[in-house]
């Protein structure tokens, strides 16, 4: 179609993906340059100034609140290739496993970077900071992503909360670049599969809604994050040899959310809860497996430290799968368009 200069009819390029059935859809044109200096700069300009994006995306008639959305910004590290924001029912995660393992797949699929064949180096900045990515390419697709992302940390053990209808839950406080809540499944009766997803749901909401009062954690370089997002159904583990473990996971996201994929923040959470307890070790991995059947595997790499606390470093590998390419156009006069904190960004 073509837009006629002065035409209240505005384009968005998309690339839709999906990672352990999570669809993760990349913007990778039609938004105007936002302010800022670093990707976290451009964030909170969009969290307090373009939300518009995020709610016509996500939203009916144009999405859905279980997708995600990646917007490409330009990076502001030198190592980087390009910028990520990511955007989420809950709001703005600083960083994700699976959107940066959509985003990474997007970004050398789509030639914004050039695809090298087998395996090659990628540095994507995320508001969190840099996420260090493996590829491997095999015929021009990237058949795997492994991606470093953020540090994770324990921030709380062994919490307690009462919750309307299930009673006392406890739970613990993980920093993997969100904070998330860890419930054991079998300690309030969940299995963790299809057939529970609506009453998983239910329950989330019903946890994150009284936990959300007393919660005041803040993150010791980025600061106060929010409302808790994120609670992470953990199942018992399973040994899967020497080197290696396998659990059922689910992550509720704040809505209504149960994730398709078992995420990789709530995988690299889970792992530094191993770590302290000392159920892993360095070179170890982890599988989780989702609801849906669809798994990601996390590794211990190593210690660190954020702030004054003992944290853990991990990967996460998966892989993503393009959906489809698209424009999409936006009616700035069709009435279901609520084009508050959105025009301005549609040049």
């Not at 809540?181 to 998983?200: N, P, S, Y």
């Amino acid at each position: 179609m073509l837009l006629r200069p002065g035409h209240r009819m505005r384009s968005l390029e998309l690339l839709d993906t999906q990672s352990g059935g999570d669809v993760s859809r990349i913007v990778t044109g039609g938004i105007a340059l936002l302010p800022g200096t670093t990707v976290l700069d451009k964030m909170r300009y969009l969290e307090q100034h373009g939300d518009g994006l995020r709610r016509l995306l996500l939203n009916e008639p144009y999405g859905d609140p279980a997708m995600s959305i990646d917007l490409i910004v330009e990076p502001s590290h030198p190592e980087a290739q390009a910028g990520y924001i990511i955007m989420e029912a809950m709001g703005y995660p600083m960083y994700s496993g699976s959107n940066t393992i959509c985003t990474a797949t997007a970004v050398l699929e789509s030639g914004l970077v050039p695809m090298q064949e087998g395996t090659q180096s990628l540095v994507l900045e995320s508001p969190a900071g840099l996420a260090r990515v493996t590829a491997e390419c095999r015929d021009g697709r990237v058949a795997s992503i492994t991606t470093q992302g953020e540090p994770a940390y324990v921030a709380a053990r062994d919490l307690t909360v009462e919750v309307p209808r299930y009673g006392e839950v406890r739970y613990d406080v993980v920093w993997s670049g969100a904070f998330f809540a860890l419930v054991d499944a079998d300690e309030i009766g969940f299995g963790l599969v299809r057939d529970e997803l609506i009453a998983m749901a239910a329950f989330g909401d019903a946890f994150v809604r009284a936990v959300r009062p007393g919660f005041d954690f803040e993150h010791p370089v980025l600061g106060n994050p929010g409302p808790l997002p994120f609670m992470h159904f953990c199942g018992p583990l399973e040994s899967a040899g020497d080197e290696g473990y396998r659990a059922r996971s689910a992550t509720y996201v704040h809505p209504g959310v149960i994730c398709r994929s078992p995420t990789g923040t709530g995988t690299s959470a889970r792992l530094a809860r191993m770590y302290e307890q000392g159920r892993i070790r360095e070179g170890q991995w982890l599988d989780t497996i989702s609801p849906r059947e669809s798994s990601f595997r996390g590794t211990v790499l190593g210690v660190a430290t954020v702030g004054d606390h003992a944290a853990l470093e991990t990967n996460i590998t998966g892989r993503a799968y393009t959906l489809a390419h698209s424009q999409i156009l936006v009616d700035l006069d069709d009435p279901l368009v609520d084009i508050s904190d959105l025009e301005h960004l549609l040049p």
